[in-house]
């Protein structure tokens, strides 16, 4: 069974602090990697993708990614009370996206 | 730009109606289109995708169908609704080749009762 594994929090951060939140998965052929972030009743929204290890950054969010351990990891700089919301792990295993397995989502809750 | 539209955004059918939600993008020729279903606390379940008209591949087995009569167009359909079908429903497009992630449009809520 393919797995994507989040802690589900919720992580509490205050304001301006780094959240770091991480992801883990089982299937050693994982080609694609994203981060979607889900307000409350609302659709998933793509923030981030990475496709190779390292860290790839783009404005407050780093994500980073680590195939040797399988893990992947968001870094959001200067959290902001909007950040609040539920961030969703996605690994694909193939280049059309088919394939793609989500985690169950860390909460976020940054405190004002 | 591209967009996605998705209807009805909430629904409350009784056990044993069918059941039709519509998908519809535009800006974009010739996406992968897909259906995905949210449990409460759980991951995002793969339900169907299609790589064009008339293509449907199912991912889990169940008493709900898909179908896509337009390049752009994606419905999701059951005959007789079960409690357990209750749930978030998404669509989703990617382009067609190369795979950058989802695109979801704003999804539906569906309470079977």
């Known amino acids: 069974q393919k797995e994507v594994e989040q802690n589900s929090g919720p992580l509490s951060v205050p304001e301006g602090a780094i959240a770091s939140l991480n992801c883990t998965y089982s299937?050693?052929?994982?080609?694609?990697f994203f981060w979607y972030r889900q307000y409350s009743g609302k659709s998933p929204e793509l923030i981030m993708s990475i496709y190779s290890n390292g860290d790839k950054e783009d404005g407050r969010f780093t994500a980073q990614l680590n195939k040797a351990s399988q893990y992947v990891s968001l870094l959001i700089r200067d959290s902001q009370p909007s950040d609040s919301a539920t961030y969703l792990c996605?690994?694909?295993?193939?280049?059309?996206?088919?394939?793609?397995?989500f985690g169950a989502g860390t909460r976020l809750f940054v405190k004002a | 730009s591209q967009t996605i539209h998705q209807w009805p955004a909430t629904l409350v059918q009784p056990v044993g109606s069918p059941l039709s939600l519509e998908c519809t993008v535009e800006g974009t020729s010739n996406p992968n289109l897909y259906w995905y279903r949210q449990a409460a606390g759980r991951g995002l379940q793969l339900l169907f995708y299609s790589v064009g008209i008339g293509q449907i591949s199912s991912e889990v087995p169940q008493n709900l169908s898909a179908s896509r009569p337009q390049d752009r167009q994606f419905i999701l359909s059951s005959k007789k609704l079960l409690l357990s079908d209750s749930g978030f429903y998404l669509c989703?497009?990617?382009?067609?080749?190369?795979?950058?992630?989802?695109?979801f449009g704003s999804g539906t809520r569906l309470t079977v009762v």
């Open positions: 299937d050693r052929v994982s080609q694609s």
């Open positions: 996605a690994v694909s295993t193939d280049p059309g996206g088919f394939k793609t397995i």
């Open positions: 989703a497009w990617s382009v067609r080749r190369g795979f950058y992630g989802y695109t």
